[in-house]
């Protein structure tokens, strides 16, 4: 993509200079009406081939086939209840910590009182709404960022490459 956006650059600098330079023009072909047809064919021709790889990885990465795991994530005013769905009745809501109670070397407005547990190179499916107003369920080191809407059923997957603490936050202004 670079290497046609270059070429493309490279010939519109070209013909720039030389209508700049040059002082005999021809001006039937400054008003041809099959140049200005090609001019805005071909860019959407190229865009068109540019765009149709992207799509199709695009929509290669969102389908999983067979999830590890699935996890439903309800977003609520001030905290987020999950519950794994695989198992029967494991369910718990989760309450950021109050700066009050934190320990020496807690972050601040990252620490929750009850944490998600989830495997390493196992793929998960998260399945996210909302039960009262829009929000976001979003984990930076992971990649992942989805709307919560009420009503509405999204769906992410992830997969963690590495044991460790990842933190959510919140990443937009929520509310209805």
């Known amino acids: ?14 013909l720039i200079s030389l209508m700049l330079t040059t002082e005999l023009t021809h001006t039937s072909t400054m008003d041809a009406q099959e ?12 865009l068109i081939f540019i ?16 999830p590890s795991l699935t ?3 309800m977003g609520h005013q001030w905290y987020w209840s ?24 807690e972050l601040r407005m990252l620490e929750v009182d009850n944490r ?15 039960e009262d107003v829009l929000h976001s369920w979003t984990v930076p080191s992971l990649g992942v960022k989805t709307d919560a809407i009420p009503g509405r059923l999204n ?15 919140c990443s937009e202004i929520c509310g209805a």
Not at 1 to 14: A, D, E, H
Not at 51 to 66: G, H, K, N, Q
Not at 155 to 169: V, W
Request: proline share 7%; charged share 15%; aromatic share 12%.
């Open 1 to 14: 993509t670079l290497m046609i956006v270059f070429l493309i650059s490279s010939l519109v600098l070209y």
């Open 35 to 46: 140049v200005e047809t090609v001019w805005t064919i071909l860019p959407a021709v190229i």
């Open 51 to 66: 765009a149709l790889p992207s799509l199709r990885i695009l929509y290669m990465m969102d389908e999983i086939t067979t």
């Open 71 to 73: 996890l439903k994530t």
């Open 82 to 105: 999950y519950e794994y769905t695989d198992y029967e009745s494991l369910c718990f809501d989760s309450y950021m910590t109050p700066p009050l109670e934190l320990d020496p070397g």
């Open 116 to 130: 998600v547990v989830l495997p390493t190179e196992m793929s998960i499916r998260m399945l996210i709404s909302s």
């Open 155 to 169: 769906q992410a997957t992830l997969m963690t490459s590495r044991p460790g603490i990842y933190y959510g936050q």
